[in-house]
């Protein structure tokens, strides 16, 4: 059997690839109001989006447990898998990487765990590269090496309306949130390194569209690309914001995607993010 994959459920695959690659996901904890349940299994996005517009909700999210992971891995062992690469969201924003590797260390050296330092489809494109890698027939260590590389050939841009969803849950800095708010500007944020940072400010949400269109474009260099638009309840946003990249992409651009992100990015980015993930092709 060749080498299983495992992932997290912030890759947010498109559901047109889901089923063509064969990878396990483990999926994070979304917790709405004191009220635990499992992202895509038993939280959409919307019930998010739906808590974060109310007064007095409370959302939170947590990682899975290493037990989950090594459950994961022990049936895929038992099934035969020769080695697992398991490829996740970045160890700056969760803890999902360090329960993984805490379940690796107790089932043996037949698991790799691959810090992918971002998330969404940069994640996604990675966990990808490994199975296909995996399909392939590559062993343990060249399918590990796959996620590595793909993930560094990922860029992760995205708008949100306020940054103060991301200050709550401690992903980007009191400093940075405030003067956001303080300036009424509309934030443009990347990851770099694994975590999130602003990268430009602008006035209007029009600019800041326009601005990420740029963005992409740029970080998208001279060759061959494939691009992921994510949005949370802004599906006209982001149909927009693919268009504009495709558009000046031109016949550099290979694969498009559309997805609404899941619970647990939603909890922390709220209503009306647009984002895209730049995926520069070997």
Known sequence: ??????????????????????????PLTVVINGAEGLEGLQIQPAEVARALNARRSTVSTSRPAPS??????????????????????????SGTFEAAGLAAAEVGDRVRVV??????????FAALAAAAAAREGQDLDA??????????????????????????????????????????VKPILHVVDGAIVVRDRVRTAGRALARL??????????????IAVHHLQAADRATALADAVAMRLSDRLRDC??????????AHVGPGLAGVVVHRRP
């Open 68 to 93: 989950q992971f090594v459950e994961a891995y022990r049936r895929l062992l038992d099934a035969g898998a020769d080695g697992i690469v398991s490829v996740h969201l970045s160890a700056k924003l």
């Open 143 to 184: 399918v590990r090496a796959a996620a590595a590389d793909h993930a560094a050939r990922v860029s992760t841009l995205f708008y949100v309306d306020t940054l103060e969803f991301l200050r709550r849950g401690g992903r980007i800095g009191a400093a940075s949130a405030l003067l956001g708010t303080a300036l009424s």
């Open 257 to 266: 995607y559309i997805t609404e992100i899941g619970a647990v990015v939603a």
């Open 213 to 226: 269109v740029d963005l992409a474009v740029e970080a998208g260099g001279d060759g061959e690309v494939d």
């Open 115 to 124: 810090d992918s330092e971002t998330t969404g489809m940069g994640l996604g």
């Open 1 to 26: 059997m060749p080498v299983a994959v495992v992932t997290d459920s912030t890759a947010y695959l498109p559901a047109e690839l889901s089923g063509s690659y064969d990878l396990t996901v483990v």
